[in-house]
């Protein structure tokens, strides 16, 4: 395994579930994750689809103690350059792509792609990945259908993102296969809006006392 996997594993493995937000507002990037982090949820994703997200990145990696920010939704090289030089310290991707591949070899940061098919995962394998993001989880066929995945594509490891929530995030962590999961359902958009930070520490409790 290479230092750059083990690298993006130890993050993984800080918590069962990351995080993965939608910030509109620049203001609320640090309080968010401060209210997250106090939660026990360390490792966060801000997803790079608002123009508030790459200053959220770069104001969350300045000044959140304990956090490990990462940027989602990157699509193509520029993006995973603009996350990094903002401080991400891993970048997640819907899917695979050639350009994102190249980006990711020439950077010392860790890219987490997306993988729905077997095909997907044997691409990304060839490619030197054995850590893969699942997306999107419950809409292509959940946890059974990942299950089914484990015993052809051993040796890959998956954070399945997409549907989930406390409800069926234990079908996902039970499986040899899962190491986290991700999910939007610790920072609901109407907590966040109204700044309800105890709110948001209570569903990251809830998230981080899941057993991974
Ligand atoms: O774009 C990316 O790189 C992503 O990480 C996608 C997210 O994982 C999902 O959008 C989260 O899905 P929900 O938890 O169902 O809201």
């Not at 594993?9 to 507002?25: A, N, Y």
């Not at 106090?38 to 801000?46: D, H």
Request: aromatic residues 4%; hydrophobic residues 50%.
């Amino acid at each position: 395994m290479s230092a750059k996997t083990e690298t993006l594993l130890s993050i993984l493995k800080l918590q069962p579930v990351v995080p993965v937000l939608i910030v509109e507002d620049v203001a609320s990037a640090v309080p968010l994750a401060r209210a997250l982090v106090a939660g026990g949820l360390k490792a966060i994703e801000i997803t790079l689809r608002t123009p508030a997200a790459l200053d959220a990145v770069k104001a969350v990696a300045a000044e959140v103690e304990g956090a490990h920010v990462g940027a989602g939704t990157i699509l193509n090289a520029r993006d995973f350059e603009a996350a990094v030089k903002a401080g991400s310290t891993f970048i997640v991707s819907p899917g695979v792509a050639p350009g994102v591949l190249a980006a990711a070899r020439d950077s010392a940061v860790p890219l987490l792609p997306g993988a729905a098919t077997a095909s997907e995962v044997m691409t990304l394998r060839e490619a030197g990945y054995d850590v893969l993001k699942f997306f999107p989880a419950e809409q292509a066929g959940g946890a059974a259908y990942l299950k089914a995945l484990s015993s052809p594509l051993a040796g890959t490891v998956f954070c399945p993102t997409g549907g989930i929530s406390l409800k069926n995030a234990n079908d996902y962590l039970s499986l040899p296969n899962v190491v986290c999961v991700g999910g939007s359902w610790v920072a609901p958009k109407e907590l966040v809006a109204a700044g309800d930070w105890a709110g948001i520490t209570k569903l990251a409790s809830e998230a981080a006392a899941l057993k991974a």
